[in-house]
């Protein structure tokens, strides 16, 4: 079975894509809620031929897999969002790699 990897809010794909690229033996899901973006990620994706990626137009938190993944990654999730993805990995028991954009913006409480 080929390892499965998730691409939480992945807005035009770049990263995930590559790695989609230069790991064909992995299995890729990108999701992202904005429906252009999913657009633009799905016909990225047809150009380049890969076969093994699907694109998912969905909220982060909306988000049910149908199976366990085995790595969770997320570049620009901010806010409540990152939340969503580590408890999404969590649940499935997955590495997860983030990198939110929003680092300067928390507020101490």
Do not use: W
């Not at 149908?66 to 969770?72: P, Y």
């Amino acid at each position: 079975e080929k390892p499965l990897i998730i691409d939480f809010g992945c807005g035009s794909g770049n990263f995930s894509l590559s790695l989609a690229f230069l790991l064909p033996n992995c299995d890729f899901i990108l999701i992202d809620r904005n429906k252009v973006a999913c657009e633009f990620v799905q016909k990225r994706v047809s150009q380049a031929g890969l076969n093994n990626v699907t694109v998912v137009c969905e909220t982060i938190e909306g988000f049910i897999p149908k199976t366990k993944f085995d790595i969770g990654i997320s570049m620009h999730a901010c806010g409540s969002a990152s939340d969503y993805v580590q408890l999404q990995c969590i649940r499935s028991n997955a590495i997860y790699l983030m990198c939110p954009c929003c680092g300067g913006k928390l507020k101490h409480s």
